[in-house]
């Protein structure tokens, strides 16, 4: 048994898990689980740059997550960093603020890399004799990964939550011409995944990270955000549709009525959700089964 401190530190958000991983066994016991949202990419879409104060929300949640690890007595940690920090010119002064909070050097890992993590994550407590496209949502970017045991085949493509939201500002509420914009980004994005990844053959799709977890929450009529209910529950195609209409349709008051929704997915997830409908619809998935085990728990592995 090894304790070990993974922080997957994404566009929209930074996360921590502190568990004990028993590899003779495939199993991982949480210790620490949390998140915090810190909107890293904030703008990088359009500077090209990380902005001073998401850079200060990032390093003030690595403070916090530092304190965890040393009460809960981590033996490895591993820090990897997604979408917004691979493609910042400045990513130089996050690597140097992370380094001295936590005393290790963030990774800015590739897409192929992440989507492997993800699979990991994703597949290892889920036992049946299936193929998987497990899809990663992320904040700016969403990873496609086939496989059974192992990945055969990955993609990352420019499409998320975050950076659909501010390329297109979807209004409140979005029009058809706002979302007929965002799809056509989003379906340009899935020719381009098609291209590496057999998107329609795999049976079992696999749904992870915010987005998909918010989604799921809110077709199953949660009045509080529980995990232990989201975590591999298989919502239907039909599900998505109806919280996705929902969404786009709600104004940002109405959505902050909406119990299971944390206040930093408000403006973004009506985005996400859309880029979750228009996978099911690509793929001709009837349901996702819906994960909580993601990246996260793919980088807790690689450390143990």
């Excluded at 690595?62 to 910042?88: H, M, N, P, Q």
């Excluded at 940002?252 to 959700?273: N, Y």
Aim: proline share 3%.
């Amino acid at each position: 048994m090894t304790r070990v401190a993974a922080i997957d530190c994404g566009t929209n958000s930074i996360r921590l898990l502190v568990a004990d991983a028993d590899p003779a066994t495939g199993e991982i016991t949480d210790l620490d689980r949390r998140m915090t949202i810190v909107r890293l990419g904030q703008g990088v879409d359009r500077t090209g740059r990380l902005a001073p104060e998401a850079l200060e929300r990032t390093f003030a949640a690595c403070r916090e997550y530092a304190a965890v690890i040393k009460e809960l007595g981590a033996e490895r940690i591993r820090f990897v960093a997604t979408s917004a920090s691979r493609d910042a010119e400045n990513r130089d002064d996050f690597v140097r603020g992370v380094l001295d909070i936590l005393g290790v050097e963030p990774e800015v890992i590739s897409g192929d890399q992440e989507a492997e993590f993800s699979f990991t994550g994703a597949t290892k407590e889920l036992h049946a004799d299936s193929q998987y496209l497990v899809v990663d949502i992320g904040g700016g970017s969403t990873e496609f990964v086939v496989g059974s045991r192992a990945v055969e085949a990955a993609r990352s493509v420019d499409i998320g939550c975050v950076r659909m939201t501010e390329r297109h500002h979807p209004g409140d509420p979005a029009t058809p011409e706002q979302i007929a914009a965002i799809r056509a980004d989003i379906e340009a994005a899935l020719d381009l995944a098609e291209q590496g990844v057999p998107l329609r053959e795999p049976r079992t799709l696999v749904g992870l990270a915010g987005s998909v977890t918010t989604v799921a929450a809110i077709a199953l009529g949660l009045t509080a955000y529980d995990s232990a209910a989201i975590h591999h529950s298989r919502i239907s195609h039909d599900q998505v549709a109806a919280v996705t209409e929902r969404l786009l349709a709600s104004t940002h008051e109405e959505r902050t009525r909406i119990p299971v929704l944390h206040p930093g997915r408000i403006d973004v997830i009506a985005a996400g959700a859309l880029v979750l409908l228009a996978v099911m619809e690509r793929t001709g998935a009837r349901e996702v089964v819906v994960s909580e085990h993601d990246i996260l728990d793919g980088i807790a592995w690689s450390v143990a």
